[in-house]
């Protein structure tokens, strides 16, 4: 390595340290999930080749299709506390942070952290992958922006997730892969649908969503209903 390559990456390692220390993030680009298996990038792209849909209807074609079964027994706490930092199979676990916070951070943009903690978000802005907004959030108005789980507890409670360890259903609710913080109203108009039910009102983003629902949906061993499966594949033609 050169002196001036050295230099060079000392400089750049000093400023990730100002970034840090400063408690502000970076402008949060969104990422496509084809290249974001691991959930850790931010934000949602959409997906636009021709052949980038058609990997993501592969993708899709390897979801098992089963029927609904019931909703008996579900409450959010069979998949652990609301937010809590004890999952121990996905990123950001344990980190002494809140699931909601990470996510928060990972998403936003113009970060502003609390006084004294390194964790707890108290001020962002949002491109919201759901309805395009840009959203202006401050802690006071917290539901505003509300952190979706792309593949609903109650969705994944109906697919299979009773017969799940616990252990697992920890990291199903805690994973950045299933996580998205969005615009509230649109979060809670979803509920706990699949892609046949409900669909992100910005056309441009649903194949990238149905392709994020089926990644969750794989990594888990979840089976879609034969709807869902047919109207995931039609948002990618």
């Known amino acids: 390595m050169s002196t001036k390559d050295a230099v060079a990456i000392l400089a750049g390692a000093a400023l990730v340290a100002a970034i840090l220390g400063s408690g502000k993030s970076t402008a949060a680009t969104a990422a496509s999930p084809l290249g974001n298996a691991s959930g850790t990038l931010p934000g949602l792209a959409p997906i636009t080749t021709a052949a980038d849909k058609a990997t993501a209807r592969r993708l899709i074609q390897r979801l098992r299709v089963k029927g609904r079964g019931p909703a008996t027994g579900y409450t959010r706490t069979r998949y652990g506390a609301n937010w809590a930092d004890d999952a121990t199979g996905v990123p950001y676990a344990r980190n002494g942070c809140r699931t909601r916070d990470d996510l928060l951070a990972r998403d936003g943009q113009d ?3 609390r006084d004294g903690s390194r964790c707890v978000v108290v001020a962002m802005r949002l491109a ?3 309805t395009g907004r840009t959203i202006h959030w401050h802690k006071e108005r917290a539901d505003e922006v509300q952190v ?3 593949v609903p507890l109650g969705y994944g409670w109906r697919m299979g997730a009773p017969r799940w360890p616990m252990s697992k259903r920890l ?10 913080p969005v615009d509230g109203a649109a979060n809670e108009q979803k509920d706990a649908s699949g892609p046949a039910g409900w669909l992100p009102p ?3 983003v649903r194949c990238a969503y149905v ?5 969750v949906a794989l990594k888990y061993g979840l089976p879609v209903t034969r709807a869902d499966k047919t109207a995931m594949l039609a948002q990618c033609r």
Request: glycine share 0%.
């Open 171 to 180: 990291d199903f609710a805690n994973d950045p892969l299933n996580l998205l």
């Open 148 to 150: 979706d789980h792309v």
């Open 211 to 215: 392709t994020r629902f089926a990644q």
């Open 111 to 113: 970060i502003r952290y």
């Open 128 to 130: 919201d992958p759901y």
């Open 202 to 204: 910005q056309r441009r």
